[in-house]
C-alpha cells in the first residue's frame, strides 16, 4: 500500500471535513455535555464523523477506526485511523476560530502518518514517517527557544486548575514570556512544529487529541513525552489518557 497515496487521502479526508465545519461555523450550535463541563460535543462533531468514516470504509474497508465519538470499529488489517472530527468543539459552537480536524494513521501501533486541518486559515500541516513535516506544500521547522523567558507556551486548563499539578504549573506561568489557551491539542502541536510558539502542557488527553499532532512535531525537530519526561507509548494511549508536554526539543518545562 503506497504511503503516498494514504498521504493524499487523509488529506482530501481532512479537507472534505474541514469544508463542512467552515460551511456551519458561525451559527447557533445545540450543545451537549460529555464526561465533564469542560467538554461538549455539536451536532456537528456527530456529522463530521460520519463524512471520514464514510470516506475511510470506502477507500480501505479492511482498516481499524478509533473516533472520538464513535469509539472503535474493528478492522482484518494491522492499519488503524485515529481521528478527531472536530478538535476544539466549545470553541467552534461559540464561532471562535480555534478548531481543527486531526487524522493520524496506525500501522502496528507505530504512527506513519498525521494530518490535521485548520480550516478557517486553509492551513493543512502533515508529516510521515521519516518524511519531514510540511504546512501546505511547504517544509516547517520548530523554533530554537532555549529560555522559558523568551517562550511562547500553551497551557491547558486542567493543568492550571487542578492542584495536582501545583507549584510547578504555577512556577511556569510565572516563567515563560507568553502564554497561550486555544482550544485545539492537535492545532497547538501545529503551532510548536510551524516554529510560532514553543511549548504545550496540556493533560487528560486522548489518543486522537494528539497522535497526529505528535508526529508532525516531532518530523519537523519538536519532541512530546510525558509529563515526567518519559516516552510515550502509542498502544498505552489506546487504553488511557495522556499527560503531555510538547516542546522544541530544546526548551525544557519541567
Not at 121 to 131: D, I, R
Not at 140 to 165: Q, W
Not at 177 to 196: P, V
Request: charged share 20%; hydrophobic share 40%; proline share 4%.
Amino acid at each position: 500500500m503506497s504511503e503516498n497515496q494514504l498521504l493524499h487521502f487523509a488529506i482530501a479526508t481532512a479537507k472534505a471535513a474541514g469544508n463542512y465545519l467552515m460551511e456551519n461555523f458561525g451559527k447557533t450550535h445545540k450543545q451537549t455535555e460529555k464526561e465533564s463541563l469542560h467538554s461538549i460535543v455539536t451536532a456537528h462533531d456527530i456529522s463530521v464523523e460520519k463524512i471520514i468514516i464514510e470516506k475511510i470504509k470506502m477507500a480501505y474497508p479492511s482498516h481499524g477506526i478509533l473516533s472520538e465519538e464513535c469509539g472503535a470499529l474493528d478492522g482484518d488489517s494491522e492499519y488503524r485511523w485515529v481521528i478527531d472530527p472536530l478538535d476544539g468543539s466549545s470553541y467552534f459552537a461559540r464561532g471562535l476560530p480555534s478548531f481543527s480536524v486531526a487524522i493520524a494513521l496506525l500501522y502496528k501501533n507505530e504512527v506513519i502518518l498525521g494530518v490535521i486541518e485548520n480550516p478557517v486559515y486553509q492551513e493543512t500541516f502533515y508529516a510521515t514517517k521519516g518524511g519531514g513535516a510540511f504546512l501546505n506544500q511547504t517544509a516547517i521547522k520548530v523554533s530554537t527557544t532555549s529560555n522559558l523567558s523568551s517562550a511562547i507556551v500553551n497551557f491547558g486548563h486542567r493543568y492550571l486548575r487542578l492542584p495536582d499539578y501545583q507549584p510547578q504549573s504555577g512556577e511556569l506561568l510565572k516563567a515563560v514570556r507568553s502564554i497561550r489557551a486555544g482550544g485545539s491539542c492537535a492545532q497547538e502541536l501545529c503551532q510548536i512544529a510551524s516554529g510560532r510558539t514553543d511549548g504545550l502542557i496540556t493533560v487528560n488527553q486522548a489518543p486522537w487529541d494528539f497522535l497526529a499532532g505528535k508526529l508532525i512535531l516531532e518530523e519537523a525537530g519538536g519532541k512530546l513525552t510525558r509529563l515526567d519526561g518519559t516516552e510515550i507509548l502509542v498502544p498505552d494511549t489506546l487504553i488511557k489518557p495522556t499527560d503531555i508536554v510538547g516542546t522544541n526539543g530544546v526548551l525544557s518545562l519541567k
